[in-house]
């Protein structure tokens, strides 16, 4: 027989063979589990020298109209100061958004060089060491008194400042990119031109629209329990009824957010808002509400400004053949006030990812200092973004430049933004999930509130130093 | 006239020995190296891609290890699987998707058998129709979602607008409780049933034709015949398809996260789609992965039953 059975003790090649590959098992295991010392390693206060090479700066971002007008941008003006550098701004769905970013974090190893981050994600890339501690580089080479404090706050302190208010001992990770609130979009020719005050106001005149004009809806508001969009809407409503979403101090969650402030907030999202929405609007996001703005379906709606450029493009709507004519039908005007004014805090900043090569970090502080000029923060306010140098936000170049640009200005000084902790991502998934049910008649709205609560608090007790529960 | 030349030689022997003999096969490269030569580069890429995953995960699955937050990962033991089994939200998970694997399962069995059925007793234009039945099947997921998300919108989707032209109400599809997870069954139907029928037809023309012509000489009916030969005949094979369906569905995601996103609240969330929020909303990687391997356990398990059922059946 050519190949008799083999039987008793491995040949010593075979052995060799199944002894190296457990050592590689078990050393890829290792190099798999460990390396991490979860620290954020620290940009140089001076920005060191640049390469002469050509040099790609990418940026990554969820997929909208600001992403690619950033692109278009510092390809034009950039380039004029740095011609060998091109900017790439990476794109992903707005649901991959985190999960592209964080992935690759965890990877250790990032295909960007300039991640985008919500505010919230801060706390969590900040504890795992991912991006760069920019306070020194901040100090030397940024006029930080051009800003509002809390809006540098929001895009690169952490720990979290209090709301309105920015820490100046705190390190800072990040830098304003494109500013962000709510507008609410009003259809003049229906409600007239001057829009509700009070939130209590609103629904009324939205109730009386709605009678009014059959087939309009009276609102259009994000409602769907993807990224962080009942959640906004949400704790929006929470804000205007004077609620709070936790305790920052005792890290308290159950008893704050749904105390007699929040129970009321959500009973007027689930009782009295949502019978003004559209049937079947329980998963409506951003486009969603535009279309329907767009198509002359909502007297009132509630988006992101950023989001809001293509409600005047006459080819995406039946309001008007003209910008003109939309504008005559379409008004923005902050969001109304009732027992407090606080508008939620939309937008995000730019990071250095602590992956990326020397020159690309250095190239990446450099172009930070630049865009953070108040000369090209203007140039950024007429190509479409959104500025945060306070002289910018004032500036004919920003509130000339579209017709909701004057309540981006005047919603600063109101802004409240959630949580930006190590968790926030679990914190968003529970809120959204647990208001997109009470909002599609899954759960009761008091029901669902005291779920947020208790689930919330369940993770911020659990921390963030285990990988085990989750669940 | 020239002599021809000869067309054989005396010594034939000769002009073959000429050439050197073939080289003997080196000591070093026997068979048995030549074989490992060949195979090692798939084996060590199996072993790369899919052996050695899978040892980590159950390693992970034993610990607190995060994917992001790094530090050393601490033994739990059997914590984590303790936590995934006594969980009401996975038991909630696991309701969702044991009654979208039965729905789907059962209903896309039923028309897939039937289609097959119908098209097996065609002569003309059979090709024609299998090859249009299985379109569906062909495209990906994530494009399947999008179209049907669109087509199932209440406000402005195609179904209601049909719906509204025949004088019915419009629904909302994918943003209630109960017709969310039934539109996700739908779906699904809509895109694997070719997949069964694709099966069941090649199960349908193996069944020998002299099976009915000896039926029909016995003068037996239509219904007697599907009953006694067709059924008896085609089903192991069917159930074979029905396994590989009920394995895809039970791992269901692509079409969760593009139609509904779990939602409403949580009511069309499955398991795969709880484990992926577990692994990258939170990085719970030693969860996630200890949830990943009860999913693997419990799939094995299934088909273990499955197959023995099978071989029964086959036996009998």
Request: some cysteine; aromatic content about 10%.
């Amino acid at each position: 027989m050519r190949y008799p059975k083999r039987t008793g003790r491995l040949s010593v090649p075979g052995r060799k063979a199944r002894l190296a590959t457990a050592a590689m098992l078990a050393a890829t295991t290792l190099a798999a589990c460990g390396g991490q010392d979860g620290s954020a390693p620290k940009a140089p206060a001076t920005i060191p020298e640049l390469t002469k090479d050509p040099l790609t700066l990418s940026f990554i971002w969820f997929d909208w109209p600001p992403a690619h007008a950033l692109e278009a941008f510092a390809n034009a003006e950039y380039a004029k100061l740095r011609p060998n550098v091109t900017i790439k701004v990476k794109t992903v769905p707005n649901a991959n958004w985190h999960d592209a970013m964080f992935t690759q974090f965890a990877a250790h190893k990032t295909d960007f060089d300039i991640p985008i981050l919500d505010s919230q994600h801060i706390g969590e890339a900040v504890t795992n060491g991912n991006i760069l501690d920019i306070t020194d580089f901040v100090k030397k080479n940024i006029d930080v008194k051009a800003y509002n404090p809390y809006l540098l706050a929001a895009y690169g302190q952490f720990p979290q400042a209090e709301t309105g208010k920015r820490d100046e001992n705190a390190s800072l990770y990040g830098l304003p990119l494109l500013g962000d609130t709510w507008t609410m979009i009003y259809r003049k020719d229906l409600i007239g031109d001057k829009p509700p005050q009070t939130w209590d106001e609103m629904i009324s005149v939205a109730e009386k629209c709605q009678a009014d004009n059959p087939g309009v809806s009276g609102l259009a508001f994000h409602q769907a329990n993807g990224s962080d969009a009942a959640a906004v809407t949400y704790n929006t409503v929470n804000g205007v009824y004077g609620g709070n979403l936790w305790d920052p101090k005792t890290r308290k969650i159950d008893g704050v957010l749904n105390d007699a402030a929040g129970q009321e907030a959500m009973d007027v999202l689930v009782n009295k808002m949502k019978p003004l929405t559209a049937k079947g609007s329980g998963n409506w996001f951003i486009d969603e509400v535009n279309a329907a703005v767009a198509q002359g379906k909502a007297c009132i709606a509630f988006n992101w400004i950023a989001a809001s450029g293509g409600l005047l493009d006459p080819k995406q709507s039946t309001l008007g053949t003209t910008r003109e004519q939309i504008l005559d039908k379409l008004g923005f005007a902050t969001l109304p006030a009732q027992k407090t004014n606080l508008v939620p805090l939309g937008g995000m900043g730019m990071h250095v990812s602590a992956y990326s090569p020397e020159a690309n970090q250095a190239e990446a502080l450099n172009f930070m200092k630049w865009f953070e000029q108040g000369d090209i923060q203007k140039k950024w306010a007429a190509a479409g973004g959104v500025p945060s140098r306070t002289d910018a936000l004032e500036s004919p170049e920003f509130l000339d430049a579209a017709p909701f640009n004057q309540v981006y200005t005047d919603s600063v000084p109101r802004m409240r933004d959630m949580w930006n902790v190590p968790e926030y991502a679990r914190l968003v998934d529970i809120e959204n999930t647990n208001v997109n049910a009470a909002l599609n008649g899954a759960k009761a709205p008091k029901a669902a509130l005291d779920d947020i609560a208790k689930q919330q608090q369940a993770v911020l007790n659990a921390g963030s130093g285990k990988g085990g529960g989750g669940l | 006239m020239s002599d021809s030349a000869p067309l054989t030689t005396d010594h034939p022997g000769q002009v073959a020995s000429a050439t050197p003999p073939a080289p003997g096969r080196s000591s070093r490269l026997s068979d048995r190296g030549l074989a490992v030569a060949f195979t090692s580069p798939a084996l060590l890429l199996l072993l790369a891609m899919s052996v050695f995953p899978l040892l980590w995960a159950l390693y992970l699955s034993f610990t607190d290890y995060s994917a992001t937050r790094g530090g050393t990962a601490q033994f739990l033991w059997f914590e984590n699987y303790t936590a995934i089994l006594t969980s009401p939200q996975v038991h909630q998970r696991a309701l969702t998707t044991l009654i979208y694997v039965a729905g789907a399962v059962t209903l896309q069995t039923v028309l897939g058998f039937t289609i097959a059925y119908l098209i097996s007793r065609r002569t003309h234009g059979r090709g024609l129709l299998t090859t249009l039945f299985l379109v569906p099947m062909m495209l990906s997921p994530v494009v399947v979602g999008l179209f049907w998300r669109f087509m199932l919108d209440a406000q402005f989707g195609v179904i209601n607008s049909m719906l509204g032209s025949l004088g019915l109400g419009q629904v909302e599809w994918l943003t209630r409780q109960r017709t969310a997870l039934i539109s996700l069954i739908l779906v699904d139907t809509w895109q694997w049933t070719p997949f069964i029928m694709l099966i069941a037809l090649a199960g349908l023309t193996a069944v020998p034709k002299y099976l009915y012509e000896a039926a029909a000489i016995d003068r037996a009916s239509q219904w007697f015949q599907f009953r006694t030969i067709t059924l008896p005949l085609v089903w192991p094979l069917l159930l074979i398809a029905v396994l590989f369906r009920a394995i895809e569905a039970f791992r269901l995601f692509d079409l969760v996260y593009i139609l509904t996103s779990g939602g409403p609240g949580v009511s069309t969330e499955t398991l795969s789609f709880h484990v992926y929020k577990v692994a990258f909303l939170g990085f719970n990687t030693g969860t996630a992965s200890a949830y990943g391997i009860l999913m693997v356990l419990v799939v094995i398990v299934l088909t273990q039953l499955y197959l023995r059922y099978l071989n029964k059946l086959k036996e009998d």
